[in-house]
């Protein structure tokens, strides 16, 4: 993730995915500017609506979190 101020978080992402969900859990390398030294785990979940007629892939409604800590200043 690239934020405005040009920080960044660096996270790597596992996906265990069906035809009509998906669950994955999130792990923060690194981090650099206002999120240098950041660590942290997340985990989500979506939930495939069915096709309809024309669209070219799925829709979803999802949900995760994301707890972090950063070193004090």
């Known amino acids: 993730m690239t934020f ?3 920080s960044t978080i660096v996270m790597k992402v596992q996906t265990e995915r069906t035809s009509t969900s998906s669950k ?10 206002r999120f240098e030294g950041i660590k942290g785990t997340g ?11 024309g669209e070219p892939g799925p829709k979803g409604m999802g949900q995760g ?3 972090y800590t950063l070193p004090s200043k």
């Open 4 to 6: 405005s101020d040009g």
């Open 24 to 33: 994955l859990t999130r792990e923060i390398i690194k981090g650099t500017g």
């Open 43 to 53: 985990t989500g979940a979506t939930k495939f609506l069915p096709l309809e007629e």
């Open 65 to 67: 979190s994301i707890t």
